[in-house]
């Protein structure tokens, strides 16, 4: 189970189709002001994500930080609801 955050975070991973959001990008798709959210709460969010990814899928490559520009999700994903 995913987080709201991690939901939307991942859902615009998803969208972007393997291409790098920008830090900027991805805290705007979490509903958040990029000026006013702690950045380390993204990194945190991002970490616990990536562990949920590893355990799913055994892919430890499957969510890539770019470092100082943002993240990409290198393997496609399902997302179910319910």
Excluded: F
């Excluded at 955050?5 to 991805?26: H, K, N, P, Y």
């Excluded at 520009?69 to 609801?81: C, D, K, N, P």
Aim: include cysteine.
């Amino acid at each position: 189970m995913l987080t709201t955050t991690e939901a939307l975070v991942l859902a615009a991973l998803a969208r972007a189709g393997g291409r790098q959001l920008r830090t900027e990008q991805i805290i705007q798709a979490i509903g958040k002001d990029p000026e006013s959210y702690q950045k380390h709460s993204l990194e945190a969010a991002m970490t616990r994500l990536r562990k949920k990814i590893q355990d799913a899928c055994a892919d430890d490559l499957a969510l890539q930080s770019v470092r100082g520009e943002g993240y990409r999700l290198s393997a496609s994903v399902q997302i179910i609801t319910g």
